[in-house]
């Protein structure tokens, strides 16, 4: 019973425009390796940022394989691996719900200008070294931050999500000249894998997402201003919910630091 429900589950994924190749239970027998699940390439574009969210989300491991499926696995050995499943759908369930105006565009031939699994997999970011993240605390910036958004500068930082710039694009705070489209650069080094965590939390809330020129800062832009406000907002709520998702991801990766500096 318990087999046949998962694999419903699994099989119900693709409302949500995925295409699953296989996946492995392991729900009897640990010789058979962990939990798994593959999606293949040709599930909507831009999924792969996606997926690689929920497997952080879940406690699962993601990878891009040879071919440019997504594979996922269930390796938390202290977890049974039933929970493993039950976990990893109920988050994937809750992202892809929240995705569902942006695979909603796709369908309008509206596609993202950017390519994040491309770019992750590219020589010149996997070779290329930069200066280590440096936390910054807003009380360093924020008098700088454009008095509209400062709220929300600060609460996206305040979440672990480090911006370096922005603009609010509204012309309260430009009265001097016109403002520049609304804008915000996050960086990317503040923990591993974070540039696909932004590049959902762009999909989500309808910002556009793109590499900026440093090669370590994730841009978000509006193609205009008239929604700049509501999509401010939006932007905290669901870095949020995001923050509250990636929290136990975010706890191991610094106690992996701590315990490679002991």
Request: glycine letters at 4%; proline letters at 5%.
């Amino acid at each position: 019973m318990i087999s046949s429900e998962i694999r419903r589950s699994i099989k119900a994924l693709s409302k949500f425009d995925l295409v699953v190749n296989h996946y492995n239970l392991a729900l009897t027998n640990s010789l058979e390796g962990p939990p798994s699940i593959e999606f293949d390439r040709t599930s909507y574009p831009g999924f792969e940022a996606h997926l690689f969210t929920i497997a952080d989300a879940s406690q699962w491991m993601p990878e891009l394989d040879s071919e440019d499926n997504v594979i996922l696995y269930g390796i938390d050995n202290r977890s049974d691996p039933f929970f493993l499943w039950i976990r990893f759908l109920e988050i994937a369930n809750e992202v892809m719900r929240y995705l569902e105006n942006y695979r909603h565009e796709l369908k309008h031939g509206i596609y993202p200008s950017t390519d994040w699994a491309y770019n992750e997999n590219r020589w010149y970011r996997k070779n290329w070294e930069g200066p280590n993240h440096r936390f910054k605390p807003t009380e360093e910036f924020l008098n700088s931050v454009d008095e509209s958004i400062r709220e929300q500068i600060k609460a996206l930082n305040d979440l672990g999500f480090s911006t370096t710039q922005s603009c609010s694009g509204l012309e309260k705070d430009h009265p001097d000249r016109e403002p520049y489209l609304p804008y915000v650069m996050f960086d990317e080094r503040a923990y591993t894998r974070s540039s696909a965590h932004l590049f959902t939390l762009a999909d989500i809330t309808g910002w556009v997402p793109s590499y900026g020129p440093h090669n370590f800062d994730i841009e978000f832009r509006l193609h205009d201003s008239k929604r700049a406000e509501e999509l401010w907002d939006k932007l905290v709520v669901v870095a949020r919910r995001l923050a509250q998702l990636l929290e136990d991801y975010r706890l191991n990766l610094k106690q992996e630091l701590v315990e490679q500096i002991v």
